[in-house]
Antibody, heavy 121, light 110 residues
Framework: QLQLQESGPGLVKPSETLSLICTVS??????????WGWIRQPPGKGLEWIGS???????NYNPSLKSRVTISADTSKNQFALKMTSVTAADTAVYYC?????????????WGQGTLVTVSS | QSALTQPPSASGSPGQSVTISCTGT?????????VSWFQHHPGKAPKLMIY???KRPSGVPDRFSGSKSGNTASLTVSGLQAEDEADYYC??????????FGTGTKVTVL
């Protein structure tokens, strides 16, 4: 059964870099059938698309976050990662990873349980 | 990209129907037949309920249905059950492999 699990520090200081990893089990991130993405949800707010990466390492980012975000993949560990620089309190959120279908835009399934990242000194 | 607009809340008694709207623009909802709906029970992973406006993934009850007219998409939950109480989010493809999500609707089963 395909599962995604987010991991990383739960607390990041302002101006520092947020780093998260999504570990995939039950499927290979090298599969050309899927992309892998990050989504976040600030407390009390809605979901926000961050970006995605495909099997060949091509990435796409939310234009509003593009200057601060990098998504990368480690195929040897079947993981993909999110780095967000110069964080502020506005980046406090639950961060989710999900599998996407390139042939069916909008197919995001499954999702990980999410991990809360708080930006505070 | 601005968030798609959803009503903050919706409610219905068991067995009744509830419909949630999702309003965007011609650059997202109106421009593509790639609207999805997700059910989110707090603390759990969001679950895909509808994709491509009206298609249901395997295992999703047919009580859940989707539609679209112009820049507004809708999710209808018929025969409400207690387990349907959750937050619901729409999303739309917005071009260039990017997506925009809705503001979310809390569905309460009275």
């Amino acid at each position: 059964q395909l599962q995604l699990q987010e991991s990383g520090p739960g607390l990041v200081k302002p101006s520092e870099t947020l780093s998260l990893i999504c570990t995939v089990s039950g499927d290979s991130i090298r599969s050309s059938s899927y992309y892998w993405g990050w989504i976040r949800q600030p407390p009390g707010k809605g979901l926000e698309w961050i970006g995605s990466i495909n099997y060949s390492g091509n990435t796409n980012y939310n234009p509003s976050l593009k200057s601060r975000v990098t998504i990368s993949a480690d195929t040897s560990k079947n993981q993909f990662a999110l780095k967000m620089t110069s964080v502020t309190a506005a980046d406090t959120a639950v961060y989710y990873c999900a599998r996407l279908s390139p042939r069916v835009p909008g197919w995001l399934d499954p999702w990980g349980q999410g991990t809360l990242v708080t930006v505070s000194s | 990209q601005s968030a798609l607009t959803q009503p903050p809340s919706a409610s219905g008694s068991p067995g009744q129907s509830v419909t949630i709207s999702c309003t965007g623009t011609s650059s997202d909802v109106g421009g593509y037949n790639y609207v999805s709906w997700f059910q989110h029970h707090p603390g759990k992973a969001p679950k895909l309920m509808i994709y491509e406006v009206s298609k249901r993934p395997s295992g999703v009850p047919d009580r859940f249905s989707g539609s679209k007219s112009g820049n507004t998409a809708s999710l209808t939950v018929s025969g409400l059950q207690a387990e349907d109480e959750a937050d619901y989010y729409c999303s739309s493809y917005a071009g260039s492999n990017s997506y925009v999500f809705g503001t979310g609707t809390k569905v309460t089963v009275l």
